[in-house]
């Protein structure tokens, strides 16, 4: 498997935050209808056993990785920063990975300055009205025609993000990649693609470097995924849970059933130990089939995997 890093820059507000497993479904779609759903199919064949052709991360901060989700009290503490602040520095720049991860705290930064800017956050939501229009009385009205209001999440101006991608460069080399996610930034990433949200230019491609220290024993996630019986240890692997209530999108929006079953996940920044540590660019497992995720499309899978990045994590008493 190779990794590469497709550098985007959003040219408008998303109505779905891109994270790893939204990315990976919308990827599907776009194959399917650039390439038919025999491509697709063929792609996906040993998704579940192991297999994935693709698997992709979080669209991060170009530059950062996310904090690993560890207690605070496993970092040095800085001694100019009280507690309220030290949580707010989710960001870790790719440098820090020649260092300590005990020492990760101190150079970690907040999402405004990641942007480089005290007025800018890195992201922002808001409400954004709506009207549905009675094509009978020309206005709004009550029901299904009441004004209604959705979030939207905006970036700093100017902000870059970087998507992690591993993939089987035998089933799909970096150059459909790369196309397949140009497509996806014009037509749009997410909810309410069709009025303009989710749109992102792909604006560079690079080989992804990013490597651990020799004497890595544990993996960073860079993206949610199913640890879920993969052999981890439970008392020395620590991480954020939470359940995606997933959705079918595109054409099957339409199809009368377009809800999921919930899922528990392992949000990005996890910190999976195992019992024995092997050098590999992503972990986790694939999701779905034989109706386990959609009774609409029984067929459908959910990214479970996540890219990795090889960390030295010490002991609970802070050794080597």
């Not at 496993?74 to 870790?92: G, M, T, V």
């Not at 020492?103 to 709506?130: C, I, K, M």
């Not at 620590?238 to 595109?250: K, N």
Request: aromatic share 8%; charged share 20%; glycine share 10%.
């Amino acid at each position: 498997m190779d990794m590469i890093t497709l550098r985007i820059r959003p040219l408008s507000p998303f109505g779905t935050p891109p994270l790893g497993d939204t990315l990976f479904g919308q990827l599907c779609w776009v194959i399917r209808h650039q390439s038919g759903e025999a491509r697709l199919r063929e792609l996906l064949d040993g998704y579940l056993d192991g297999q994935p052709f693709a698997v992709v991360a979080d669209a991060l901060p170009t530059g950062y990785l996310p904090r690993p989700a560890l207690p605070l009290s496993r970092f040095e503490q800085p001694a100019d920063a009280d507690r309220k602040r030290l949580k707010q520095r989710n960001w870790i720049s790719h440098s820090a990975l020649r260092q300590p991860l005990r020492s990760w705290l101190n150079v970690a930064r907040s999402d405004r300055e990641v942007t480089g800017h005290p007025d800018f956050s890195l992201r922002e939501s808001w409400p954004q009205a709506h009207n549905s229009i009675n094509r009978l009385t020309g206005t709004t009205g009550e029901g299904g025609f009441a004004p209604y209001t959705l979030m939207q999440i905006g970036f700093a101006p100017g902000l870059t993000l970087d998507i992690h991608v591993v993939f089987d460069p035998a089933r799909l080399s970096a150059v459909e990649l790369q196309a397949l996610f140009e497509s996806m930034g014009a037509t749009g990433f997410g909810r309410d693609a069709s009025i303009g949200l989710g749109k992102f230019a792909v604006v560079d491609h690079i080989p992804t470097t990013l490597t651990g220290p020799a004497n890595a024993n544990a993996y960073l996630t860079l993206a949610p995924c199913a640890p879920q019986g993969c052999g981890f240890l439970p008392h020395a692997s620590r991480y954020q849970p939470f359940t995606r209530f997933g959705r079918h999108g595109d054409t099957a929006v339409q199809s009368g059933q377009p809800f999921k079953t919930p899922i528990l996940l392992a949000a990005a920044g996890a910190v999976l130990k195992p019992s024995r540590y092997a050098k590999t660019h992503y972990v986790g497992q694939g999701l779905g089939g034989d109706g386990r995720l959609s009774r609409a499309i029984p067929e459908t899978v959910h990214q479970g995997y996540a890219p990795v990045i090889g960390v030295h994590l010490p002991d609970e008493e802070g050794q080597p």
